[in-house]
């Protein structure tokens, strides 16, 4: 798995868990028991594109991050240096049809962001 800066994101970022896409993108795993929620403003980016889906667990920042590098063993990983412990985003697919998966550790929870790049 390469490893990219998360500047990419700078625009945006199990086999029977749920699927979220966005017309016309790829789906991508949601972590398993992560419910939707509105997203905080200290989460991701000032305004992800539209579309974007947001999701929270209470799970570890840590294990979340594990489960996506498990189950997008084709994505691309674009951690920023110093930021590996809260937070991490994961490019699937390419060109037109790519998603971005962000995993963030924010106010005691882990957030998830699932949107295409901009």
Known sequence: MRVLPIA??????V?????AATAGGPAAPIYPGAV?????????LKA??????TYVTSDDFAKVRSWYKAHLNAA???AQPGMEK?????????????MVVMVQ????????????PM
Do not use: C, Q
Not at 15 to 19: F, N, Q, R, S, V
């Open 48 to 53: 992800p594109p539209s579309g974007s889906k």
């Open 76 to 78: 691309s990983e674009m």
């Open 86 to 98: 809260t937070e991490d985003a994961f490019l699937v697919g390419h060109g037109s049809s790519a």
């Open 36 to 44: 939707a929620a509105a997203r905080p403003a200290g989460v991701g």
């Open 105 to 116: 550790r924010y106010n005691g929870k882990t957030w998830i962001v699932v949107g295409r």
């Open 8 to 13: 990419v994101l700078a625009g945006f970022a």
């Open 15 to 19: 086999i029977t868990a749920p699927l």
